[in-house]
């Protein structure tokens, strides 16, 4: 399992020369226990739950506790269901809970995009295309399903509390009605596409309703006219109101979504099921991976049932199913092609071998890094630059992570070709692999570090010979930096096999 | 200095001016003796050559009209009927044929343009339709038919060409039902190597320097022994995602050496005015400069402003005043530099927009009855074809679907329209399936 970095050259000489039969479950075992298990685990689901981040939101992901909430969670292995229950309700008990608010508060006040944010994770589908009508293709998703969802979060706003953004919630309000293409008009209820329904009093035409205290456990709302109207909802941006702290009616459309989505929800864990086998496998057993309509059937589907009731059973375990994901011997196949009986290549959806999996801009940040051996120095700049820079270069090249399809871009390779930042990590510095390199005897010695080093393998002789011919034939420094940019920018490298 | 292993075909990629389709020289112009005595750099240093090569390529360019465009209030506009909208029609330089009012300088050059008003297609959402209209056929799982652009790519185009063989230039990255089509595998069976260039919002390609601190020659040495070890791993994995990597690598060379075409601050402020200020008219201009220098087909692809479900008529006062301009400024540039004959230029979307208006004032989406434009290469200058009733509900003759429009573009380029692909361990495919008939009447 390759978590956000290759093994190090120690690491894997230990595997190999370990004996013990169980020595892969161990070595998962204890990578699963890894700063580097969290630390992958947060990249990944940042990406999923919140997409890449416009460039003002990088450093409040972080000011505001966000990674350090998912990186908790899933270090401490928190049951899926109840970090879900959490992103949803957003009203945090304590302060290692506080990230949890900015899954909604990153949205500002914009309801649609917190209903299709939550939709891949909740049902396992992307919902936009019902926005205006039932969902073409997929006849089963309707547009009460899209609206449904927008209306649990409708009666939220963003707050600033002396403790933090806040997320308050009005107790009347937000009865909306939305309209199909034929301009029929319909209420958008708390109607969910997972069959749940929550009833609610509708005001008759006309009334007025009155917001009190007595609608709420804490705090009365910051001003009645604010929320209690009939408009379509639409995307506020105006600064978050002050208050000393969010109001919570007795009511909350944002607690009855989170019941219905996080309890007796089978479709919460067949998302989460897929979602994780396609972060190993590199495709989901439904592919695209959050397209589990009835057009997208899945390739396993006795498989995805069992994973999925078994992560149920189990509490919602997320260590348990990467663990039993990666003991599989699907995950453990070679990538060799396999050809079927009849002689022909097996599909990508058959799983009989290993896919490939290109590195997501984190985990090809993090490998170029630790197989450069780059460090940070004393200002904690990595050659040169902070590693919010890097990182923020990388993402900008590759923003992709869970793609339909792979296509490389030309503006990939010309980044590796002619940015600076690749070639800084390559110069010689105190420590790093290319003064390892040059400290060393012979051409023939580096080269064969090189490729232990990148690959994880010796060379082959005519990768030997090839590689070797090169250095001869230039300065210890350029033909080493050279020798490393034809390492690391190849696929056996950047490709997870 | 040499590297041993470097003994790849040596393209001389001496910039812009290598614009020659090898193969096709090799078969037509000249014969081997020729090749003994010039090496390509210098045959293409002679600049009687160069331009005489430049000017019989064939080229392509496809305005993507994406979202689908209204016919009424452009190629077919249905004057005095319940379904015309309010802007009118206009005569236009072929007497008898009249086009939408806010279309007054295609107008003008009506006699240089094929008018198809009779396309019908069966695909009536925007994922489906781009694809449709794109492939030029259904889909049929899990093979994945390759777009137009990357058949062209591959018939008009060659690998060592220094510019890219399809660049699609797209204005709008994020968010709309492009996007997912985006995301898909546009070279389909084709393979990586005839992918788009995607050129989107920015109006230059970045990294294209070389860095000082390693020379020319070891730049593409470096780039061959990258190669050399990441080939290996393709082979014997059978890797798609190496070789769509291996495929972008190779293309590095080529386009650092032509980047400068890529940067609309290198075109005259006089070019950028006429066909700007925005996006889809900048981005249009730059795809005829890549053609003017060589590129073989270029797709601009314009958001999608035209899936226009409410206030249509208040969008479109906008919108096709705007086309109207750009697509004159394209087609008299085309013509005024001698390149018209050999560049075909299509303009349409995915299908068109309903006769009726919806309650939010809007046309919604309609493949019933639709119109496209074509211009250029091997299509008849100055042509109607086919028609709609008179208020536009239904093709009244003729009706032309993806196929017969997918027959028409390889007619006109000269590629054969029915050649089977050569897919080993893959069904029996057709460049255009169930030999559909090209549309006869626009072909020159």
Not at chain 1, 228 to 240: I, L, V
Not at chain 2, 317 to 342: A, C, H, K, W
Request: with cysteine; hydrophobic share 40%; proline share 7%.
């Amino acid at each position: 399992m390759r978590t956000s970095r290759p093994a190090s050259t120690n690491e894997l000489q230990a595997f190999v020369k370990d004996r013990g039969r169980d020595k892969r479950a161990r070595l998962i075992d204890t990578l699963l226990a890894s700063d580097d298990y969290a630390r992958h685990m947060r990249e990944v689901f940042d990406t999923v739950l919140m997409n890449r981040p416009e460039p003002k939101f990088v450093d409040r992901r972080e000011s505001e506790k966000w990674f350090a909430y998912l990186d908790d969670a899933f270090r401490q292995n928190r049951p899926w269901n109840e970090v879900v229950r959490e992103l949803i309700v957003a009203r945090p008990q304590g302060t290692n809970d506080r990230g949890a608010i900015w899954f909604l508060y990153e949205r500002e006040n914009n309801p649609q995009a917190i209903a299709e944010s939550i939709a891949p994770v909740v049902y396992g589908l992307q919902i936009k295309c019902a926005q205006c009508h039932d969902h073409m293709i997929a006849r089963e998703i309707k547009q009460a399903h899209y609206w449904g969802t927008v209306a649990a979060f409708n009666r939220s706003k963003n707050v600033d509390t002396p403790n933090g953004p806040a997320l308050t919630e009005s107790a009347i309000g937000g009865f909306v009605s939305f309209a199909n293409l034929k301009k029929e008009s319909q209420r958008a209820e708390l109607t969910f596409f997972n069959g749940r329904r929550v009833e609610e009093r509708w005001p008759k035409d006309g009334d007025k309703e009155t917001d009190s205290p007595d609608l709420y456990l804490s705090a009365p709302p910051p001003k009645a006219a604010d929320t209690a109207t009939n408009d379509p909802p639409r995307r506020k941006r105006e600064r978050p109101a002050k208050i000393d702290g969010p109001a919570v009616p007795k009511f909350s459309r944002r607690a009855a979504f989170a019941d219905a989505m996080t309890k007796d929800n089978p479709l919460l864990a067949r998302a989460m099921v897929n979602r994780v086998w396609a972060m190993l496998f590199g495709r989901g057993i439904v592919h695209p991976v959050d397209m589990m309509d009835s057009k997208h059937a899945p390739s396993q589907p006795e498989l995805l049932d069992w994973l999925a009731r078994d992560f149920e059973r189990s509490g919602h375990d997320v260590k348990r199913l990467v663990r039993t994901i990666c003991n599989t011997r699907a995950y453990q196949l070679e990538a060799r092609p396999v050809k079927t009986k009849d002689g022909k290549p097996a599909q990508p959806e058959t799983f009989a071998r290993a896919l490939d999996k290109p590195l997501s801009a984190e985990q090809l940040f993090q490998s170029l890094l630790v197989a450069t051996a780059n460090t940070a120095d004393n200002d904690g700049k990595i050659a040169g630059h902070s590693e919010k820079e890097l990182r923020r270069a990388f993402v900008k090249q590759f923003p992709d992570l869970f793609p339909p399809d792979y296509n490389a871009t030309l503006q990939q390779a010309m980044f590796f070709a002619n940015s600076p930042l690749l070639d800084e990590l390559l110069a010689p510095r105190a420590g790093n692999l290319s003064s390892r390199l040059l400290a060393l005897p012979s051409n023939e010695a580096r080269v064969r570090e090189a490729f232990v080093t990148v690959f994880g393998r010796p060379p082959e002789r005519d990768e030997l010979r090839e590689c070797v011919g090169y250095l001869a034939r230039r300065s210890p420094e350029a033909g080493v930096r050279q020798l490393l940019w034809a390492t690391l920018t190849g696929a056996e490298f950047q490709v997870n096999h | 200095m040499r590297d041993s292993f470097s003994n790849l075909p040596d393209p001389h990629c001496g910039g812009a001016d290598h614009t020659l389709h090898r193969r096709k020289f090799l078969q037509g112009v000249a014969g081997a003796g020729a090749l003994s005595l010039l090496s390509w750099g210098g045959l293409f240093s002679l600049p009687a050559f160069a331009e005489q090569a430049k000017k019989t390529e064939k080229r392509c360019i496809l305005l993507w009209l994406c979202g689908a465009p209204s016919q009424f209030e452009t190629w077919d506009p249905k004057p005095g009927r319940p379904t015309a909208g309010p802007f009118g029609s206009i005569k236009t330089k072929l007497p008898g044929v009249h086009f939408g009012a806010l279309m007054p300088k295609c107008a003008s050059i009506a006699d240089k343009l094929a008018i198809v008003r009779s396309m019908k297609t069966t695909q009536s959402e925007h994922l489906q339709g781009i694809n449709l209209l794109n492939r030029g056929a259904d889909p049929r799982p899990p093979f994945i038919r390759p777009t137009l652009g990357s058949v062209l790519a591959q018939q008009l185009g060659h690998l060592d060409n220094p510019i890219p063989n399809f660049v699609l230039f797209d204005p709008c990255p994020e968010g709309n039902e492009f996007k997912e089509f985006k995301a898909s595998n546009w070279a389909g069976w084709l393979g990586a190597q005839y992918g788009p260039v995607r050129v989107g919002g920015e109006y230059k390609i970045e990294n294209v320097a070389r860095l000082a601190d390693i020379s020319a020659e070891d730049h593409e040495a470096r780039n061959a022994l990258r190669g050399f070890l990441t080939k290996k791993f393709e082979n014997e994995r059978r890797s798609a995602a190496a070789a769509s990597q291996n495929a972008v690598f190779e293309r590095v060379k080529g386009l650092m050496s032509c980047a400068h075409l890529f940067d609309l601050e290198k075109l005259p402020v006089r070019d950028r005015e006429r066909y700007g200020p925005a996006a889809f008219g900048l981005h249009t201009l730059q795809a005829r400069h890549l053609v003017e220098n060589g590129a073989p087909f270029v797709m601009v692809a314009n958001g999608m402003p035209w899936d226009s479900h409410v206030f249509h008529n208040e969008i479109y006062q906008l919108l096709v005043p705007e086309m109207d301009r750009i697509i004159f400024n394209l087609i008299t540039d085309l013509e005024e530099r001698g390149l018209l004959d050999s560049t075909l230029v299509i303009a349409m979307g995915e299908f068109g927009r309903t006769p009726w208006m919806n309650a939010a004032r809007g046309r919604d989406h309609y493949p019933n009855a639709w119109s496209l434009v074509m211009a250029g290469c091997g299509i008849k200058r100055g042509v109607v074809v086919g028609a709609t009733d008179e208020d536009g509900v239904d093709v009244a003759e003729k009706p032309f679907n993806e196929k017969n429009l997918f027959a028409t573009i390889f007619t006109a380029l000269g590629i054969d329209p029915y050649a089977t692909y050569d897919l080993p361990d893959l069904p029996t495919f057709h460049r255009v399936e169930e030999k559909a008939e090209p549309i006869r009447a626009i072909l020159a």
